[in-house]
Each structure stands twice: as C-alpha cells, then as structure tokens.
C-alpha cells in the first residue's frame, strides 16, 4: 500500500522537475520548484521527519521560495530561451548522461543483491510519531547543541551581508545606457543646433 | 524496492538540474532553481536513510543542508538583485568580461 | 656591582641608541645632533666613571656578562663587556675623539642634504668601535670588526650621488672584504681548538695552541703562527698596510669628520688594536714578528714619501696616517705591544686635530682641497693656523708635544732590538728616515696652506664658526700635553700589564727595562744623544728652506725630479697592479660569464623560447573562457562524472 504510494508521489516529484526546466517563463518554473518540493515533504512526512517535512514547506516554500517568486516578479524577467548552439551542449550533455546513467543503473542494480541488504526497510512500519519527533529534538539540542548554533550563525551572517550588498548599491561609475532617461528628457535638456550662417546674416 | 524507488528519484532529480543548468543558457534564476533541486536531492537521501538506519542524524544533517541552502540562496539573490541594478538583466550571457 | 654594570653597558650603548634613533625617527637637524652629541657625552662620562672606579679600585679587569650567545656541547660563547686597563685606555680615546668630532661635526657639515643621516651613522660607527674595543669574546670582536668596515662603507660613500665616492667606497669595501676573510678564518681556527669564545679561555689556551701544528702542503705549522698570520693579513686591510692600503688615500671622498675619526682616529687602528689584544699570541712566532716589523717600516717611509707629491690636503693627511700606522706595526713586530698603543693613542690626537684643521680650511674656502690653491691664511684663521702647526710639531716628534714620546720610544726601541742584519737595518734606517720626511710634508703642507702668497679667489676668507674651532683646540692642547701626562702609565714595571697575558719571556723584560732605563734617564736626554730628533728637526728646517724660504727651489731642479715624482704620483704603481691584473681578470671572468651564461644560455635558448611558447599557449589556451556559466558547468559535470568513474573502477564494482 505504502510502496505505490511513494512511487506515485516520487514519480510526480520528477515530473516537476523536469517541469522547472522546460517551461519557458521563471514564475512557471518557481512554481514547479515550489511544487516539487511539496511532493518531497510529503515523502519526508511518510517517512517519519515530520519536523524536517515542516520546515522545508514553512522555511523553504513559505521564505525562500516566495522570495524567489518576488524576484522574479520584480525583474520582469522575459521568457529564456535554450542556447543558440543548442547542438553542442547537447552533445555534451548526452555525453555526461552517458556515463551518469550507467553509473546510477549499475549502482541500483548492486542495491537490490541481497547480500547488501541488512535489516530490511523497517521503513515501512511507521513508528509512533511522537516517538520520532522527541528522539529529534533530542539528538539535536544534546549532541548537535553546538553545532546548531555555529550554523545558525552561518544562516545569519550572509543574510546581513546580503542585506548589506543590496543597501550599497550598484556602481555608478560603470557607463550605461538608461533608455529610460533618454525617452524622459525635455527640450531644454537637449543640445540645440544653430545654423550659423542665419545667425551671421542676423547679426548683421 | 523502496530503497530503489528512492535513490532512482533522487538521481533522476540531479540528472535533470544538471541538464537544465547546461541547456539553460540564460537565465540566472533558473539555474539559482536547479542548486536548489540538487540540495533537495541530496536531503531525499538523508532522510530516507536515516530512516532506513533507524539512526536520527541523517535529519539533522538534512536540517544543516536546509539552512546553508537557504543562506546560499539569500546570497545569490542578493548579488542577483545588483546585477540586475547594473545591467538591468539577469541574464549569464551578458556577463562575458572575462571572456578570454 | 649593579652599578658597574650599568657603566659599562651605558658607555657602550648610549651611541646605538642615540644613533638608531636619530636614523628611524628624526627629522630636524638640531634634534638629530642634540641625541647624539648627548649619547656621545654620557658615553664618555660613563667611561671616565668607569676609568676612575678602575684606578682606584684593584685594578682588576671589570668583566661583564650580557648574554648566552649559545650553549653548544663544545663551545662556550657569551656575549659580554670587559674593561681591562687596555680596553678602558682605548675606550677613554675613542670616546673622547668622537665626541669632540661629533661637535665639529655640527659646524662643518651644516646645511648638508644628509645632516641627519651622517650623525646617525656617525653615533652607529661609535657604538661600533667602542663595542669593538670593549668586547670580552671573540664573537663580539667580529661583530665590532664587521661593523666598522660597514659603517666605514656607508660613510666613505655619504656622498654617493659623487662617482669618486661610489667607487672610493666600492674599493674600501672590497679590499676590507678580503682582510676580513682571513681575519674570518683565523677565529673559526681559534674557536675550534679552544673550544670557547672568550678572551680569558683563548689566553689561558695559548701555550696549547702553540704546541700543536697544522699541516699545510705537508709542512707542519704552529697554529699560533698560522692564526697570527691570518690576523695579520686582517690588520692589515684595516689598518692599511703595504700591499692593501690603496683604499684609505681614496676614502678621502667622504666628509673631513668622518677622515678625522675614522680613517685616522680609530677604524684604523683597530688592526692594530688586534694585534696587541693577541700580542701574547704573535709573541710566539719570530718569523711572523719580523714579516710585521718588515712591512710597517716599509709603509712608514715609502707611504710617507708619496705625500711629498700630492696637492690634495686630506690626501696628504691621509698618506701620513698610512706612515704613522707603519710606525705602530713596527712596535708591534718588535714586541712593543704598550709602546704601539702608546702611539695610537697619541696620534689620534694630533692626526684627528690635523684633520680637523684641514676641514676648516676647507670650509673656509668653500671647498676648496688642493693646497696650491690656499695660501696666506694665517691673518684671516689664527686659531687653525695655530691647531695645525702645534699638531704638526707633534706630529713630526719635536721634543714637548705628545707625539715626541712615543716615536721616539718606537725608535729607540727599534734600535735596540732590531736583529742585526740586513733586514733589520733596513728596518731602523727606513723609520729613522721616516722621521725625516714626516715633518718634509706635513711642513709643506702649513707653509704652502697658512704662509705664502695668497692663491685663492674668495675674497675674504673668515674663521669657522664655534663649533669648528673649540674640539679642534681641545685636541691641540692633547696633542702638546697628552704625552707628557700619560707617559708614566706606558713605561714603568707594570706597563707589561696593558697588554694581556703576554707571556713572560725574557726578551720582553728585557726590552721592558731597556724602556725604563731610557726614561728614567730622561727621555729627552737620550733622545739628544740619538739621530732621530735631529732627522725630525732637520726635516722641519729643510721644509723650511725648500718651501717657505726657496719656493723657486723644486722648480729649478725639475729636472731630475721628475722621474722620483712620476713613481710618487703614481704611487708605486700599486694602482696599476691591481687595476690591470686583479680588476681585469676577473672582470673578464664576469663579462665571459655574462656573455656565456646569461645572453646565450638564460636569455636566447631559455628565455625567448620559453616566453613565446607561453604566449601562444596562453593565446590558445584562453578560448576557453567562454565565459559562459553553462558551458564551465558542461566541463564540471564531465569532469564530475569522470571523477565517478574512476573511483567506482578502482573500488572494483565497474
């Protein structure tokens, strides 16, 4: 029961995937992502992290991926289109996929040999939840306490300093075009141009 | 069989960031987006591991993995919000000053 | 005890800190000479303090230990101070002379571009020499020894925006380099056989050195007689004697103060120095104190005789100076370690105040050197004038002033003790006749420079300023009186103990009574009796008659003088020698070399091709950054999955 049920919700999860990458605007893909990483909670919650489950939909979908969406949104960005010289890297690419997949299938097919097998998948007998979820925060705040704080402070610092690259503000001695600027100028702004021969004749 | 469905997933998932960052050519968020999926690949196997070894760590490693992400994604953002003052684009292809 | 010691660091260290100071920090000419005429002065009150502690305590060596140098197995070497009766006598004159130039200094290098730059070295060159002189250890004697030679480098080129300068210290330098490198050898030998750096261990070692020989070319020779002579050759760079002199007349080019202390005061003198404080260890070898006797006698008359044709006054001076430090050698060569100080002492007094006459002239005539463009300069500079015909007397050996007592007793004793034979007459009639010519050109000098009829074109020339005339009439008034004060302290039965640990062999005591004997005589009336007072006088009278009285005389017999002036001027060809054999070998070495070496080896086979290979690779090489991100990131995941690959093959499952 449980087996079908994650082959479907995995077999989603690809399928948006590949959904961020083909369609043709960002705010699609961001949402695919977004999408993607619902399906991923999911498995997270059958697999018993349901704190981890809860943070990636509350800290990941609810912050970062909201942000990304207001990025998008605020650039304007226009649809990307795929590479002029799309043949070449696609050579590349079949190229890599080549040896990436054998890799994987090889790797698979090693997985289901028996003898690696140990105790299997206990996996599927989902313990009691309230069991998993103290024996987290447990491990967390006893054995990882330190480790948690370094890396809270890992988070914290580039979030200033990313503040602080944005409150800075761009360079302004780079020479650039404002097209902007250039629709917006009034006459007076701009260079007149005289004949000087009428204004020798008015002057005389 | 489970196991298979799982690490079956989670490579389909970085085969497919991988492809997209290399036939997407211009867009900075797009492949901001396939860093992501690559993370989230990875956290798939934590997690499920951890299950699978009745052992809790994987989740907190998984947890680290969210954190920097996230850390990682503010910063890019953040530059990606300059590049966008200066050239107002995000587009790669315009950043060809280094282009040897 | 801790007051002692506090003495004897603060009379070494005030210059270093004055000087260090002054260089890294200050900017105004008044503080920069302020700092260090003051450290020089608390130097030397330290030192008489320490002089007076010294004479009315036991007399016992005041020994001071600074520091472990290091603590090998077999090597005992601190660093620290030792102020014996020789050191402090020394020290007291170093002190005294630098002082009084640092003074002089304020008034002759004024509004000089490198003002501060010249005090500051000039302090550095102070604590150099005093360390020098104060050290109780061999290492500290090398230290002492290779700073002045770099402090005699920086001050010789002070000027070294001067091509003559540049090359004048270039040759100071390289000349020093080759005395220091046997001066080197023979302390690594003295280290190594006795195990220890400090004087008292080398003293106390000295019978044992002399008992065992080296071989060298299979001929076994006594390591007393091998270091001596290594020491020599050292002294003999500094101290300027025969074959590798040619340095001093041309470190000249740097400022009269900087002639006057170091290059007749004091740097000089350090080999001589040398050779005494190890005197107890020359005393054993005979043939080496003869090969000393033989080429200091040489320097005194031949040197000499050179400054009978120079126009050049400070060259004058300085070919004097290479005489006088002939007539120390001799005493050392004779055994007269006491006598040689004797005569250092003295005439750093005189030949700093003949110096310092000379750079008042000079500034008084703008600078102006050659002496047949002065004359008649007694009217406009008496006190001058007055300094440097008293140091001049003294200078020539005539009867009351300073340096009377001690040529005389280098004489006297030179006629007692030389062998008999050839070479030791050679020795007596070559100083006998260095007494002669002495007075012949220093004469020449004041006849010319102060006498005469005016040859300049300045108008009206002044007396120098303060500054210049008062350490110059100090060092006069030494230069009459200083003999006849510190004679006692030089002869008597405990002169012996001014230098340490001479071995009490008989010939020493002998000499050491025949020295009494002729005091105690009356010195003068001994000298009456001797034709040495009568070279010296005669000399000053035949100056008299040949430049003051018959100036007409040398040019009517040109003639035949050319020729003895030609050698002169050339200076025996020394120059000639080393330009054309020593400069041109291994020049050409250096330019076959350059030609081999650099231009075809390093710049046409390697460098060109190497070059251009890079440019084109580089050229080739930079189409790769495409600077697209993802064509890097095509390159990463192949390079990616090849990492993979390789670990899955050689973990066996591919």
């Known amino acids: 029961m449980i087996v079908p049920a994650i082959a479907t919700i995995s077999m989603l999860m690809i399928l948006f995937a590949n959904a961020v990458i083909l369609l043709n605007h960002p705010v699609k893909s961001v949402l695919s992502l977004i999408a993607c990483f619902l399906c991923a909670s999911i498995l997270w919650l059958i697999f018993g992290a349901e704190y981890l489950a809860l943070v990636l939909i509350f800290l990941y979908v609810g912050a970062v991926m909201t942000l990304f969406l207001f990025m998008v949104m605020m650039m304007n960005v226009d649809s990307y289109t795929p590479d002029e010289q799309f043949t070449t890297k696609f050579s590349v690419m079949i190229l890599t996929l080549t040896i990436l997949v054998p890799c994987a299938i090889y790797g698979l097919s090693q997985l289901s040999n028996p003898s690696m097998i140990s105790t299997d998948i206990a996996s599927v007998k989902l313990s009691s939840k309230n069991e998993s979820f103290t024996l987290f925060s447990s491990v967390l705040y006893q054995d990882y306490f330190w480790v948690i704080q370094i890396v809270g402070l890992i988070l914290a610092v580039p979030i200033v300093l990313a503040a602080g690259i944005v409150k800075q503000g761009a360079n302004t001695h780079v020479k650039q075009q404002k097209s902007s600027e250039q629709l917006a100028v009034r006459s007076n702004q701009r260079l007149t141009l005289v004949d000087t021969k009428q204004v020798r004749k008015k002057s005389c | ?100 | 005890m801790q007051l002692i010691k506090i003495l004897t660091i603060s009379s070494v260290c005030w210059p270093l800190a004055a000087g260090l100071l002054t260089g890294l920090f200050v900017k105004s000419h008044r503080l920069a000479h302020r700092l260090c005429v003051l450290g020089m002065l608390l130097s030397f009150l330290s030192i008489i303090w320490l002089c007076i502690q010294f004479m009315s305590g036991s007399q016992q060596a005041i020994v001071v230990d600074l520091m472990q140098w290091s603590s090998l197995p077999n090597l005992n070497a601190k660093i620290g101070l030792c102020f014996d009766a020789f050191a402090i006598m020394m020290c007291l004159m170093v002190s005294a002379v630098a002082l009084l130039i640092h003074i002089y200094s304020i008034g002759y290098m004024q509004d000089d571009i490198g003002y501060v730059r010249f005090f500051s070295l000039i302090s550095l060159f102070s604590f150099a020499m005093l360390f020098l002189i104060a050290t109780n250890n061999l290492i500290g004697l090398f230290l002492g020894w290779e700073s002045i030679s770099l402090f005699s480098y920086f001050l010789i080129g002070f000027y070294y925006y001067k091509n003559r300068a540049a090359e004048a210290n270039f040759k100071a330098f390289l000349i020093n380099r080759f005395g220091d490198c046997a001066f080197c050898l023979g302390l690594a030998l003295l280290i190594y056989h006795c195990k220890s750096t400090a004087y008292a261990d080398v003293y106390a070692n000295i019978n044992l050195l002399a008992n065992t020989s080296l071989n060298i070319f299979n001929n076994p020779v006594q390591l007393t007689t091998l270091i001596g002579c290594l020491f020599f050759i050292g002294a003999m760079s500094k101290s300027a004697q025969i074959p590798l002199h040619i340095w001093l007349p041309d470190s000249m080019e740097g400022p009269t103060p900087v002639s006057a202390l170091l290059h007749a005061a004091t740097m000089v003198t350090a080999g001589v120095y040398l050779l005494a404080r190890f005197g107890s260890m020359i005393e054993f070898s005979a043939g080496l104190k003869l090969v000393i006797t033989v080429i200091g006698a040489t320097g005194a008359l031949f040197l000499g005789m050179m400054a009978l044709c120079e126009a050049d006054i400070k060259r004058i001076i300085a070919f004097s100076t290479l005489s006088q430090l002939g007539y120390m050698m001799v005493a050392i060569g004779l055994g007269a370690y006491h006598i040689a100080i004797f005569h250092l002492i003295m005439h750093a007094f005189f030949k700093a105040c003949l110096f310092m006459a000379a750079g008042s002239v000079i500034v008084g005539l703008h600078h102006e050197q050659n002496i047949f463009k002065m004359g008649g300069l007694w009217s406009s500079m008496p006190i001058t004038g007055l300094c440097f015909f008293l140091s001049a007397l003294s200078l020539s050996g005539i009867p009351p002033f300073s340096g009377f007592y001690s040529k005389d007793l280098i004489l006297s004793v030179a006629q007692a003790s030389t062998p008999a034979s050839f070479l030791g007459y050679y020795v007596y009639d070559a100083i006998l006749l260095g007494c002669l010519v002495t007075p012949l050109y220093i004469f020449r000098v004041y006849w010319t420079v102060f006498c005469g009829p005016e040859n300049h074109q300045h108008g009206e020339v002044c007396e120098s300023p303060w500054t210049i005339r008062f350490p110059m009439t100090i060092l006069a008034i030494l230069s009459i009186g200083a003999g006849a004060l510190t004679l006692p302290f030089f002869v008597g039965p405990d002169a012996l103990n001014i230098v340490p640990a001479l071995p009490d062999t008989s010939a020493i005591t002998r000499l050491n009574q025949f020295i009494n004997k002729i005091v105690t005589g009356g010195l003068l009336i001994h000298a009456l009796r001797e034709p040495a007072l009568a070279f010296s006088i005669g000399g000053v009278v035949l100056s008299w008659i040949i430049y003051k009285r018959k100036p007409q005389w040398t040019t009517r017999h040109q003639t035949w003088l050319a020729i003895p002036e030609y050698i002169l001027r050339n200076q025996y060809g020394f120059d000639w020698v080393y330009n054309n054999i020593i400069v041109t070998f291994f020049s050409g070495c250096a330019r076959t070399c350059q030609k081999v070496g650099e231009q075809y080896l390093i710049n046409r086979t390697i460098e060109n091709r190497v070059s251009q290979n890079i440019v084109i690779g580089a050229e080739k090489f930079s189409r790769v950054q495409t600077s697209y991100l993802n064509r890097y990131f095509a390159i990463m995941s192949v390079a990616l999955a090849g990492l993979i690959g390789i670990s899955l093959f050689y973990s066996g499952i591919l």
């Open chain 2, 1 to 100: 069989m489970l196991r298979s469905i799982i690490i079956l997933t989670s490579m389909m998932l970085v085969l497919t960031a991988f492809v997209g960052m290399i036939i997407n050519r211009r867009n900075l968020i797009v492949m901001l987006l396939c860093v992501e999926m690559i993370f989230l690949s990875a956290n798939i196997n934590f997690v499920y591991f951890s299950r699978f070894h009745q052992h809790v760590h994987g989740q907190v490693m998984a947890l680290m993995i969210i954190v920097v992400a996230a850390a990682e994604s503010a910063v890019a953002l953040a530059l990606m919000v300059l590049m966008y003052r200066q050239y107002h684009t995000v587009d790669s292809s315009k950043l060809v000053n280094i282009r040897g």
